[in-house]
């Protein structure tokens, strides 16, 4: 007789009611899942920071432009350029020789002055007695002393040519007008710079204190002021306003600044008002020119909505939120971001009081799903 394969064989009675208990039970439904926790916090109203971000750029408080003001050939650069300069220091040499000459003719100058007027006062000392006695006639003494009188004005003439030269000679050494980071030198020896030209050699930016400005419509100005004068929005005196920068690769400045100067004209070309805040920068992290968004604390609101940052979804410049709704069902509420302090998102709308907001655990859900809500610890939260 032919032999067959195991699994070709009949099975015997018992292995058949085995097999058909196993199969019955494959067919039976799987228990559903339970339900995933989530942790949530309530929403409530309360008193939130008015938090304002504005692009801004930062100034130096102070930038002198270091010009000639002599004409010359430039001889040496005395600094280094991208140094911490001291006010006066010197940063040009400009070739002094033609105005030492202009000096010591200056100085000639008056020197001459000098002899001429000493001449004329020993002529009217000679004439004064001479006078009285008829020897000399009043014309010839009253020529003596116009004559004593116009060297006196020569002699101050040729002092001021000589403050003068003095002073352009002084000019061949270019110096810091003020403190701060001198820049890199627009021109090189050799290079012929002049006064009336007004030739640029470098630049001075005082870099700390420095200052931060931002432009905001006029329209929204007027809101903060309907709301401040309405109650809903308590704001401190301009110099008590804290500023927040966060720089271009998106980290936070870490020293905070105030908000020191709001301009009282609107720009009739864009309907904008600048505003300024005053920064420390020990270590000149920031530079003349670097563009920031500022976060402006502008008081608090009243009644206002907060939170925690990790629950907010930002996906194509549209913010929102997953909301644990009636028999613990997630259902997606778009929301109107504000700022950001102290880990939270201030929300302007989309959200009422009594929401359940989904704050951990929302990666794992999705819209329409039911979860296990779980009240987070208020610190966790972030409530109030």
Known sequence: MPTFPAFLRRPKGGSVAMFLVLASCSQQEQPAPPPPPVDVVTVRTGDVPNVVELPGRIEAVRTAEVRARVDGIVERRLYQEGSDVPAGAPLFLIDPRDKQAQLAQAQAALNRAMAARANARSIVTRYEPLVSRKAVSAQEYDSALSDARQADASVSDARAALDRARLELGYTTVRAPIAGRVGKAQVTEGALVSASSATLL???????????????????????????????????????????????????????????????????????????????????????????????????????????????????????????????????????????????????????????????????????????????????????
């Open 202 to 384: 470098t630049q001075v930016n005082q870099l700390s204190p420095i200052y931060a400005t931002f432009t905001e419509s006029s329209s929204k100005l007027l809101d903060v002021q309907q709301l401040t004068k309405s109650g809903a929005l308590r704001i401190p005196n301009v110099d008590a306003i804290q500023v927040r920068l966060v720089l271009e690769n998106g980290t936070e400045y870490a020293l905070p600044g105030h908000l020191d100067f709001a301009d009282q004209t609107v720009d009739p070309s864009t309907g904008s008002q600048t505003l300024r805040a005053r920064f420390l920068n020990p270590d000149r992290m920031l530079l003349p020119g670097q563009f920031v968004r500022a976060r402006i604390i502008a008081g608090s609101r009243r009644d206002g909505i907060a939170v925690p940052q990790r629950a907010v979804q930002i996906s194509n410049e549209e913010a929102s939120v997953l909301i644990v709704g009636p028999d613990d069902i997630v259902t997606k509420r778009t929301i109107e971001l504000g700022g950001q302090s102290n880990g939270k998102w201030v929300v302007q709308s989309g959200l009422k009081p009594g929401d359940r907001v989904i704050i951990d655990g929302w990666m794992k859900v999705q819209p329409g799903q039911k979860v296990a809500p779980r009240q987070a610890k208020p610190a966790a939260a972030g409530t109030r």
